[in-house]
């Protein structure tokens, strides 16, 4: 595989981590040809509330779920941090690691779903991350309806976001190997209904919780007691 090969950059709160997780970063590696995927359980996010389980718990269940994957590696370098977590730091800091000795022209590429895209305009310095990255959004289209027009939705959220998606969005994967960032792909792929929330509900009403993530997350979740009832109904 060619030293240019894109390396995808998964983050996340993983609370816990599922199937939908595990499918988009399949199919981000199929369709961007890319070299590996490093997903990145977060540390105190800074849009959103704190994550239900430990970060230590997290981190395992995430070690768990790829764990014989050769295309997916843990990075742990959120996790245990207590202030907020920037994407654009991170990937800032990932660009002078000599450990992974990427250098400034390694393509790299941030994954996100198309609801978090959606809302990249309210993130830290969001306009500095087309410097350090591609954008790789992940969308699900809706099999039910007539689905609205992705670039209408943008223009609908905010029209800073639009003109810069009008910008830099390219219908080809090359372009993720062309440079080493600066552009979005947008990538469909298959619409999994689950989601972290859920599996914490079901958890706290002690229903069943298999084929929703690994067989070996879920028994961490039941040897470990997490998001049992009275933990879900503080934080609610």
């Known amino acids: 595989m060619s030293a240019r090969a894109p390396i995808g950059i998964f983050g996340g709160t993983f609370d816990p981590i599922h ?12 369709q961007c040809n890319l070299a590996s995927v490093r997903f990145i359980p977060s540390g105190t996010p800074p849009h959103r509330a704190a994550p239900y389980a430990s970060a230590q718990h997290r981190l395992n269940m995430v070690r768990l779920a790829i764990q014989g994957n050769e295309k997916f590696v843990l990075d742990e370098r959120e996790i ?10 991170t990937l800032t800091a990932m660009r002078v690691d000599i450990d992974l000795n990427w250098g400034s022209q390694q393509p790299l590429c941030l994954l996100l779903g198309s609801d978090a895209f ?5 993130w830290y310095e969001w306009e500095k991350l087309f410097s350090l990255a591609h954008i790789v959004v992940l969308h699900r289209p809706q099999n039910n309806a007539v689905e609205q027009d992705f670039s209408t939705r943008i223009a609908q959220a905010s029209s800073a976001l639009h003109r810069v998606y ?7 994967p090359v372009v993720l190997s062309a440079a080493p960032a600066g552009a979005i792909l947008r990538v469909d792929i298959p619409a999994l209904e689950i989601s972290s929330s859920t599996i914490r509900a079901r958890c706290a009403d002690n229903k069943d919780i298999h084929y929703l993530l690994p067989d070996t997350v879920a028994s961490y979740i039941h040897t470990h007691h997490l998001y049992h009832y009275a933990d879900y109904q503080e934080k609610n």
Not at 19 to 30: M, S
């Open 166 to 172: 009008q910008e830099r969005a390219s219908t080809s």
């Open 118 to 122: 959606l809302l990249l305009h309210t």
């Open 80 to 89: 245990f941090r207590t202030d907020p977590c920037y994407t654009v730091d």
């Open 19 to 30: 199937f939908g997780h595990l499918r988009l970063a399949q199919e981000a590696v199929e």
